[in-house]
């Protein structure tokens, strides 16, 4: 079964500068980014980007390139480095550079992988093909039960919501290869379209194991039956928003009665998990475990068969021979994304390398690429962003006292993460073997991980310390059960943070991002959490009325928006990230302006400081990206895209309208009394 834990973060997607500094800081704006051609009033993600995205054209390996994948980019390049230059040397055996080193090299051994092609699948291919009743697969499923083949359901110990310092079994919907319940159900022709080649990918797949066209086919009949009965008792993204109705305990006499052919305790068994350790469990979505518990009654030793393969299929398939990764790229990476060609081998290895010792390769990197100022100046700008934003609660005309006081407690218990964790995880018993083909490491590495899971998690208390991302990650995150905001060191750069830039452009780019962690705390989701990360109700009845009152124009202003002609962006999806968008420009913007009033910033290159603030804010979403990927993202992310979380956001902010005299008439203006209002 595969233990995943349960991580509710939510994620994004720089330093207050000492007094007497300013004079000798730059603007941090590259004017070459703009296009001049449009006005800003009219279009100021275009205005603001125009020019980045003429000069970084859409390399043909991406979906989407923007300022904000450039610098994932560049980070890969360096992270690339470490592995290449561990190359040069040999090291002892166990050791964590033995590991990196010979993992990587596995990676990189296109030559042994083609001539291996699929054969270090086959016996786990030929052991399921060779179990020819339900009760033997059954049986295959509890030996290979780390793994989770044809398990319909996410299965992991994490925070407890309601009792959130202790862990807990959460079990959760799963089961699509497609990711969501659309791509099965909905009948217009680009979903139409993808389903169809989605059929055919699973019968070119099974080709290349070894199978018949018309076995094949088959499978692809038996498979396609069983997610598409999976995907009619999924929730929609949507309806997985709603934190209250997706938290619903019961004991594990109750769930074995309920549900009892998902065959729980005899799954986590055999992984080595104590029975004593789930008598209580959470489950996400009671209606789907009941659907997923008829469809397994139901299922055919055959439909079983080719659900378990397929899954052990999809697993192998980036770590066997190029034409097995060229078959599954040309349908996830072309058909799903609108890619041209896939990455190189390099950044492929790389990403697969610290996908399994992620955080062994992030203690090297902060090492040599993340300077201890960085950490010490982002400790500040947090702190300052702090101020701001308990400064806007208590404005806020629309919240009683007692529920501003409980925000303001939740505010200062926030735990602040910045750069890398205190600790580090002990990978010692983690065990890489060059003997063994390069597939069946990887298969060693995730038994690894699912027993380090489950000793860290099963039955054990929530430990604050871990971080839920890797230090070299471009990314953030807030985490409602334990109250965290975290900053890895890789989004500590450019374009997000400047170290000679001013404070206009890092109020307006980290600042932003650091506010936007903090609002997540009071989004729709981080609202039903406290202080201490449980979930519960501490607002009164009339303001929890006022904030869904307010949130929900949003989500209509964001479900008006055509993102093509065909589509329109789901606001309701993209609730939170556009709240928290909205109040980390708020915040920031009061933080920048409380940071520089006793020394006002100068115009620079002809932009005032405020004009750079909501520059460099714009110039983050920089992006060129494809119509199959606008698809893919708009049905899938909670996330608006990056056009509009600078075209759909800015509108609603008073400052921006002064900074750019934006009037009346003009195509983003909003009369005053349409602008939405939050923090």
Request: some cysteine.
């Amino acid at each position: 079964m595969k233990m995943k834990h349960i991580i509710p973060v939510v994620l994004f997607a720089a330093a207050p500068m000492v007094a007497g500094a300013q004079a000798q800081l730059k603007s941090g704006i590259d004017l070459t980014n703009l296009d001049n051609s449009v006005r800003p009033a009219d279009d100021f993600f275009q205005y603001a980007c125009g020019g980045w995205m003429k000069k970084n054209p859409l390399p043909a390996a991406y979906s989407r390139y923007g300022s904000f994948d450039k610098l994932a980019k560049d980070n890969n390049e360096r992270i690339n480095s470490i592995l290449t230059d561990l190359l040069k040397n040999t090291y002892p055996q166990g050791s964590t550079e033995q590991k990196l080193s010979d993992f990587y090299k596995l990676a990189m051994d296109s030559v042994r992988r083609n001539q291996d092609g699929v054969k270090p699948v086959m016996p786990l291919i030929n052991e399921l093909e060779g179990a020819k009743t339900v009760d033997a697969l059954h049986a295959l499923q509890l030996k290979y039960a780390a793994f989770g083949y044809g398990v319909p359901m996410g299965i992991g110990f994490g925070a407890d919501e309601k009792n959130a310092k202790m862990n807990i079994l959460n079990i959760y919907q799963g089961g699509l290869v497609l990711g969501q319940k659309e791509y099965y159900l909905d009948t217009d022709s680009a979903t139409t379209a993808i389903r169809d080649a989605y059929k055919k990918h699973v019968v070119r797949m099974f080709q290349l194991f070894g199978f018949t066209e018309a076995d094949a086919q088959k499978k692809m009949e038996n498979i396609l039956k069983v997610e598409t009965a999976l995907a009619k008792v999924s929730k929609s993204r949507t309806e997985l928003r709603d934190v209250e109705a997706n938290y619903n305990k019961m004991t594990l006499e109750e769930f074995e009665k309920s549900y009892p052919h998902v065959n729980l305790t005899k799954m986590l068994n055999a992984e080595g998990v104590k029975t004593e350790y789930f008598k209580e469990m959470v489950v996400g979505q009671p209606s789907f475990v009941k659907g997923a518990d008829d469809v397994l009654a139901k299922m055919t030793a055959d439909e079983l068969r080719a659900y378990m393969e397929w899954d052990v299929i999809l697993s192998a398939a980036s770590y066997l021979s190029d034409d097995v990764q060229a078959a599954n790229f040309d349908f996830f990476g072309r058909t799903m994304s609108g890619r041209k060609e896939d990455h190189p081998r390099w950044k492929r290895a790389t990403s697969q390398v610290e996908g399994q010792m992620g955080e062994a390769l992030g203690k090297m990197y902060v090492e040599r690429y993340f300077p201890a100022s960085s950490k010490e100046r982002m400790e500040k700008l947090v702190k300052n962003l702090q101020v701001s934003l308990a400064e806007r609660i208590k404005a806020q005309d629309w919240m009683s006292d007692a529920t501003k006081q409980a925000a303001l407690d939740k505010l200062n218990a926030f735990y602040v993460k910045i750069g890398y964790p205190n600790q580090w995880k002990d990978m010692s018993g983690l065990v890489i073997d060059p003997k063994l083909s390069y597939y069946e490491n990887v298969q060693k590495c995730r038994e690894f991980w699912n027993k380090w899971d489950i000793d860290y998690r099963a039955g054990k208390p929530v430990d604050k310390e871990e971080w839920f991302m890797t230090p070299q990650t471009v990314n953030a995150y807030y985490n409602p059960t334990t109250n965290e905001i975290c900053f890895p060191a890789g989004i500590l750069q450019v374009p997000f943070f400047d170290p000679t830039a001013d404070d206009a452009f890092n109020y307006g780019a980290i600042g932003v991002v650091i506010g936007h962690e903090m609002t997540h705390g009071f989004d729709d989701q981080g609202r039903h959490y406290d202080k201490n990360g449980n979930m519960t109700d501490w607002w009164t009845a009339s303001d929890a009325e006022n904030f869904n009152a307010r949130a929900e124009k949003y989500a209509d202003f964001f479900s008006a928006i055509k993102v093509l002609p065909d589509l329109n962006a789901n606001g309701k999806l993209t609730l939170g990230e556009n709240l928290a968008d909205h109040g980390g420009l708020e915040v920031a913007f009061n933080a920048y302006k409380n940071a520089t009033k006793d020394a006002p910033l100068k115009t620079i290159d002809g932009l005032t400081p405020d004009q750079r603030f909501f520059l460099a804010y714009a110039g983050v979403w920089a992006a060129n990206i494809t119509e199959e990927e606008i698809r893919q993202l708009t049905k899938m992310d909670p996330h608006s895209l990056g056009e509009w979380r600078v075209n759909g956001a800015l509108p609603h902010i008073n400052a921006w309208y002064e900074a750019f005299n934006v009037k009346s008439g003009d195509k983003m203006y909003l009369p005053e009394n349409e602008r939405l209002k939050l923090w």
